[in-house]
């Protein structure tokens, strides 16, 4: 039962609730969800021509858009907006599709996914965030760690959306600590949304191979995470530097991995984490989302 509709049942067995403990009715609704905090999401994007599939993991991201309450905005963290030195936030009041890839298909390239930005939401994040000045950016589009994923989740492009870059001079536990800072937002009714792969090596992509078998490592570093999100370890995962070997063939650079430390640093620890879709393609990609709250 929603919130809501508990509330609505309240108004409707008046002398039932008269005779209750407060203590016991407190208890009852503390157990039913907060309508009001958003969810955490991590996708998996995988390859821009996710946009115009049509698969179990693009039926997976439009499941997805139809179970979670409808957010008043989405602040999208991606693999592809990475700045140095530091982070900026954007309040471009209208974001166009940016297409920050090169050799595909020109039906790609003709797709347009715009919503309105939400320079308000924006000006929130550098509020909520006390440990370092976010800066304003002002014309910041969105990229495709957002718009091919969106484009199946809220296809009417009808929900303000923005994004944060992620300052890719600081580690990974730099970024981890400051996901906490954002976890108000989840209570103001904004989607916080990252995109990038929990495994992601383009240099060990199997091109041209139909279903190919996923490398060893690959699908032994997904497990590992996938391990530690079901133990609640989370600060394990801003520990990059303990993967090893094994870290450094899923990730040579860590620009995919980042965004999930971001989610994970958003979650709260009673939290359950549910997997909204899994799999490894093209050997060294990993496609696996996951939702908590």
């Known amino acids: 039962m929603k919130r809501k509709d508990f509330l609505k049942t309240l108004g409707i067995l008046p002398f039932t609730i008269s005779n209750m ?16 905090k958003m969810p955490v999401v991590f996708i ?30 989405i602040l999208v963290i991606s693999a592809h907006w990475l700045t140095m030195n530091k982070t900026y936030v954007s309040v471009n ?51 495709h760690g957002a718009w091919t994923v969106l484009r199946h989740i809220y296809p009417a492009a009808d929900i303000p959306t923005f994004q944060m870059s992620i300052d890719y001079s600081k580690p990974a536990q730099y970024h981890f600590e400051l996901a906490k800072e954002l976890q108000n937002l989840r209570n103001k009714g904004v989607l916080i949304l990252s995109s990038g792969n929990i495994v992601h090596n383009l240099r060990q992509v199997k091109w041209g191979e139909t279903n190919p078998k996923p490398y060893d490592w690959a699908v032994e570093f997904d497990t590992i995470v ?55 393609e093209m050997g060294s990609l990993s496609m696996r989302c996951f939702q908590a709250g």
């Open 226 to 280: 996938e391990s530690k999100l079901n133990q609640g370890k989370f600060a394990d995962l801003a520990d990059f530097k303990t993967f090893g070997n094994i870290g450094s063939m899923a990730h040579p650079s860590i620009d995919h991995y980042l965004p999930m430390v971001y989610s994970v640093g958003l979650i709260n620890p009673k939290e359950e984490i549910k997997y909204t879709y899994k799999g490894l």
């Open 44 to 73: 998996g994007h995988g390859s821009p021509m996710n946009a115009l599939a049509d698969n179990a993991f693009t039926d997976s991201l439009a499941l997805l858009g139809k179970n979670i309450e409808r957010p008043k905005a």
């Open 93 to 143: 009041p209208f974001p166009k599709t940016i297409y920050d890839f090169g050799g595909f298909p020109e039906e790609l390239y003709k797709v347009k996914y715009e919503p309105k930005g939400s320079p308000e939401f924006a000006k929130e994040v550098i509020s909520e965030v006390k440990s370092i000045g976010i800066l304003e950016e002002h014309q910041m589009g969105l990229d």
């Open 21 to 36: 403990n407060l203590n016991e009715l407190k208890n009852i609704s503390d157990n039913f969800p907060k309508s009001e």
